[in-house]
Every structure is written in C-alpha cells, then in structure tokens.
C-alpha cells in the first residue's frame, strides 16, 4: 500500500511530464503498481539438470552461480553436476559454462528455454523450463563422434 506522501511525490513528478514520458516513467496502472512485473523484469525457475555428466564436475551461469575457476576444489560453492540446480533468471541471454563445454541460451519473456538447434546433439529443454546437458563436450562435423576417437592401438 502507497502512503500518501508517497503519492503526491508521485504526483508531483509525474505531473509535469509531457504524457508520452510520463507513461514510461510513472506507468498507467498496469506492471508494477498492479502487482506484478513487466514481463522483462519478472524471473522464472529455470533447472539446470548436467547429472548426466560423468564423472561429476562443476558449472556455472555467468553472474547468477558462482564461478567455476575458484583455486580451491574443495571449497568450490558452484554447482555440482551430480545434482540438479534451481535458478530464478529473468529474460535474456544467458551462457551454461563447464571445464569442457560451454554454450549460450536464453530465457524467453514467457519462461522457456531456447538454444541453437546445432546444440541438439548435447542440450535438452528447449521450449520447456529445464535444460539438460548430456554432453561434456561436442563432437565436430555435425555431432558424429571423429573417426580418430575409434582407433586401436
């Protein structure tokens, strides 16, 4: 609830704004003063689910997750991809960052999740709230494994 002094700074300021700054700045009722957000600034629970990683290792979102390139393994706060992580992130670009891979995605203003298609063979969730990541790296050449890889000794 506004308090009335709240009000007529409000009013004040608002007041003497040509209409089209006004409501941009002050608003028209809706986002904020209703309630909730705009669409841009509200945040959705996105899981990040890397626990098909093996063997088990950290990762990190840039500037929501602790970083990964601490010194020290053992007092390490990024996540672990032995188990899944819960994030609240707003729209925008975001970037999925381990040891071996790394990748941009982006949280869209309803919620979802959206990647490169070329991503497909590795990453999981597109269109949904979780992402998974299957691989610790990508292979080249349109995602079949190198030949170099299937050598005998």
Not at 51 to 63: E, F
């Amino acid at each position: 609830m506004r308090t009335a002094s709240f009000m007529r700074h409000h009013a004040l300021i608002c007041g003497g704004l040509p209409v089209v700054l006004a409501v941009l700045l002050c608003g028209t009722g809706t986002g904020w003063s209703s309630g909730q957000p705009p669409a841009h600034l509200k945040e959705h629970v996105i899981t990040i689910d890397a626990t098909k990683l093996v063997p088990a290792s950290w990762w990190q979102v840039p500037g929501v997750t602790p970083s990964i390139w601490a010194s020290d393994p053992e007092s390490l706060d990024a996540p672990k991809t032995s188990e899944r992580r819960d994030l609240q992130l707003k729209p925008g670009a975001y970037k999925f960052i381990s040891f071996t891979f790394d990748f941009p995605f982006t949280v869209t203003l309803n919620g979802t999740l959206e990647f490169a298609t070329s991503l497909d063979q590795c990453i999981d969730g597109r269109g949904t709230h979780t992402l998974v990541v299957r691989c610790k790296r990508m292979y080249p050449h349109g995602g079949e494994r190198d030949n170099y890889y299937d050598q005998k000794p």
